[in-house]
């Protein structure tokens, strides 16, 4: 959505825009701003068309309200992000906030491999300090997976995106929540269960509980690069597997699972909810009480950049792997029937959890590359002599994404020697980008011959003519688990020959993003430059 289209943004606004959109959706863009006098701090504001927000997502003034209401009442916590201001015309809401300067943190987590014991410990740890303290305002967030999890530029963890938070405690007096809301992987079967689209019939479900089942989820995550379910109800074989073995699946990814992480999983992921683990079982059990040599008592980074040095380096693309096999050993491919309910269940979700506009994605998913483009042909040959190959490589040397593609990744020793911060070594634009030197007219069919055989929608090849420097494939497909993945890919010329592509998110999980991008690049690696080969 191009703001300019429906109607310029408010003017007389208590800041200054500082950049380009940095994020959006339907109905809603994100811009960084500073103070009008000023050039520190630069925050995020989030602009909603209310018209447009009514009418494609179901979202009252009301309830934008409330998403402001609540996330102002929660305070200030180092692991959520921060709410600043707000104000509205006819035309417009806008919401001012913290910004997030390290982008996603699944971005930066290899999927089907996940993270190590200690960093998934850090993370999580994190995560259940900004809960926890949500959960003692009275707050419930509903809405926990890793779309809304991002980090600071020193990479501490940050939750964002109140839009489905509720009040479950005021007063001393708990109510029960009937809205259902979430995303499949991620949500309490009692969310389903219990709701009001459920087959209950609405008598209720805690949010307080619902967020630890999430966590629980997200935890596994981290440690395996994997959900564990689809979604849980029957109609996942890996879910009805877990309840008809009380938990001991024989599921490869739980096998894989540090020992003693495992009773700390299956304790907050108990379908029975007067059993689940509450935050002070989760906050007293063996594995989160562990030392880390990564983690102050504070509950901050300690060592940000042996951190970022670790994860960046276990970020790799194998070519040998085949892209149209399952991600998963040991478990039965979906049926159509499951296909059909797990349909169902998200267009139960998105009745009552309309498309938001990217949710509070405050990185600069959209930049461009550090590369000055001086026009070009798209004519360019695919050879280069070894001087020119010298000198592209010297150009790339210091670029992050190259190193996935090596045989051994590694963070170039320019970026370690001047490294102060988490994002000097992990940036905070996705990892999620390749470079090729073959001709435009030659690699955008490439392209969508690989999405083409991965079941993506192609709408057409877009046309290609030698005055072109720049080509956007649109993306709007369903990843593995029946969640809608929404984005585009952009070719673009940087110098001398050389095309990035570039793939930018706009909706869906982080980490099966990566998961699609690793596979259209292994279906385009005749195309990918590569220094080491």
Same mark, same amino acid.
């Given at each position: ?146 779309? =809304?999890?991002? $980090? @600071?530029? !020193? *990479?501490? %963890? ?9 009040? /479950? +405690? ?121 030392? =880390?040599?990564? $983690? @102050?008592? !504070? *509950?901050? %980074? ?9 994860? /960046? +380096? ?220």
């Amino acid at each position: 959505m191009h703001h300019s289209q429906l109607a310029p943004l408010p003017t007389d606004l208590p800041f200054r825009i500082v950049s380009r959109t940095i994020g959006q959706g339907a109905y809603a863009c994100i811009k960084k701003a500073c103070p009008i006098r000023e050039e520190n701090p630069v925050f995020a504001v989030k602009f909603i068309h209310k018209e447009y927000a009514a009418r494609h997502g179901r979202i009252s003034p009301r309830q934008l309200q409330m998403e402001v209401t609540v996330h102002k009442h929660i305070g200030d916590h180092n692991n959520i992000i921060s709410f600043f201001h707000t104000g509205e015309d006819d035309t417009w809401r806008w919401i001012a906030m913290e910004l997030a300067e390290g982008g996603d943190l699944f971005d930066k987590i290899e999927a089907d491999e996940g993270v190590g014991e200690d960093i998934a410990h850090v993370y999580f740890s994190q995560l259940i300090s900004a809960v926890s303290y949500m959960h003692s305002r009275g707050v419930g967030h509903r809405d926990i997976k890793p779309e =809304n999890i991002l $980090l @600071s530029d !020193d *990479g501490n %963890l940050k939750i964002a995106d109140f839009g489905l938070a509720t009040v /479950f +405690e005021y007063n001393g007096k708990t109510k029960l929540c009937t809205t259902l809301c979430g995303s499949p992987p991620y949500i309490a079967p009692e969310v389903i269960s219990c709701s009001n689209k459920g087959q209950a019939k609405g008598k209720g479900y805690r949010a307080d509980l619902a967020d630890i089942w999430s966590c629980g989820v997200v935890l596994f995550v981290l440690l395996a690069g994997n959900t564990p379910w689809d979604s849980p109800t029957e109609n996942s074989y890996e879910f009805s597997e877990y309840v008809e073995k009380n938990a001991r699946t024989t599921d490869e990814l739980w096998k894989k699972l540090p020992p003693a992480s495992l009773s700390l999983l299956r304790g907050m992921l108990k379908i029975d909810t007067n059993s689940r683990f509450l935050m002070e079982d989760v906050r007293r059990h063996p594995w989160f009480t562990r030392p =880390n040599k990564y $983690l @102050s008592s !504070d *509950g901050r %980074l300690r060592d940000p950049i042996n951190l970022a040095t670790s994860m /960046f +380096e276990s970020l790799h693309i194998d070519f040998t792997q085949d892209p149209l096999a399952g991600s998963r050993s040991g478990t039965q491919s979906s049926s159509q029937m499951d296909i059909d309910s797990a349909n169902d269940l998200e267009a139960r979700l998105s009745s009552t959890q309309p498309e938001m506009p990217a949710g509070d994605m405050l990185m600069e998913w959209d930049a461009r590359s550090n590369f000055a483009a001086n026009g070009m042909s798209s004519t360019q040959p695919m050879a280069m002599s070894s001087t020119q190959s010298f000198l592209m490589a010297d150009r790339l040397e210091d670029e992050p994404s190259m190193s996935q593609f090596s045989q051994n990744p590694s963070v170039p020793l320019s970026r370690t020697q001047k490294a102060q911060k988490f994002r000097d070594i992990v940036p905070s634009r996705p990892m999620t980008r390749f470079f090729s030197t073959w001709a435009l007219k030659l690699l955008v069919p490439l392209i969508c011959e690989a999405l083409h055989r991965l079941g993506v929608p192609v709408p057409s090849i877009p046309n290609v003519s030698a005055e072109d420097s720049s080509v956007a494939i649109r993306v709007a497909a369903k990843d593995q688990r029946m969640c809608v993945l929404q984005g585009k890919i952009v070719v673009e010329y940087v110098s001398e020959g050389l095309f990035e592509v570039e793939f930018l998110k706009v909706k869906g999980d982080p980490l099966e993003w990566r998961r699609f991008f690793k596979k259209v690049a292994i279906f385009c690696q005749d195309a990918i430059y590569r220094p080491d080969s």
